[in-house]
């Protein structure tokens, strides 16, 4: 079994920033890609921030160039770092890694169970 294990969230006021931290715990083989999705109340989940292992990353046009996705490959952590936030980045934030485990040899989604991130005026 894998669990990841999310930490950071909390309440920031606007323009300040936020640092949000997922490890992974449990046998994996192999991570192919770590991930930050976010789902605000009455809408849809939304890709947020990925990074391959290559280390190509991908953000939301809404918050390029404020969050900046990275990678702790050793300790199978990602960090997401949230600066001068608004109140519309307000959502559950939750970290997916793709990866290959000791009882799943095929890729799969992992999940964390979310974090809490509130953006006040």
């Known amino acids: 079994q894998v669990q990841l294990v999310e930490s950071g969230g909390g309440l920031v006021q606007a323009g300040g920033s936020l640092r949000l931290s997922c490890a992974a715990a449990g046998t994996i083989l192999s991570i192919n890609l770590m991930g930050w999705y976010r789902q605000a109340p009455g809408k849809q989940r939304e890709l947020v921030a990925t990074i391959k292992s290559a280390g190509e990353t991908v953000y939301a046009d809404s918050v390029k160039g404020r969050f900046t996705i990275s990678r702790d490959n050793a300790k199978n952590t990602v960090y997401l770092q949230m600066n001068t936030v608004k109140p519309e980045d307000t959502a559950v934030y939750s970290c997916?890694?793709?990866?290959?485990?000791?009882?799943?040899?095929?890729?799969?989604?992992?999940w964390g169970q979310g974090t809490q991130v509130t953006v006040s005026s």
């Open positions: 997916n890694f793709r990866a290959l485990t000791s009882t799943n040899f095929r890729w799969s989604d992992y």
